[in-house]
């Protein structure tokens, strides 16, 4: 039995965070070669990707005064 495969943008983006078999990357990076529209959309992608991956979150001032100041004043109840 032959299996055709057929690049999507789900395929790209599940390459793109390495959730593919040998396999599917062998199809992947063909397609990406053959589709210039797929490969600009991957190359978005890893660009989104890298951006998101340099973000920090940090609590505000705020939030951290209001967990330490409940932290002091916690008390349990026995």
């Not at 589709?35 to 600009?40: A, F, G, T």
């Not at 992608?45 to 330490?68: E, F, N, T, W, Y």
Request: one cysteine or more; a negative charge; aromatic letters at 12%.
């Amino acid at each position: 039995m032959t299996q055709t495969f057929t690049s999507t943008q789900n395929d790209v983006v599940r390459y793109l965070y390495n959730e593919t078999s040998n396999q599917e990357n062998i199809y992947v990076e063909a397609a990406l070669l053959y589709d210039k529209e797929l490969l600009n959309f991957y190359l978005d992608c890893a660009d989104l990707k890298s951006g998101m991956d340099k973000i920090q979150l940090s609590p505000s001032d705020s939030a951290m005064d209001r967990i330490l100041s409940y932290s002091r004043n916690y008390k349990p109840k026995i």
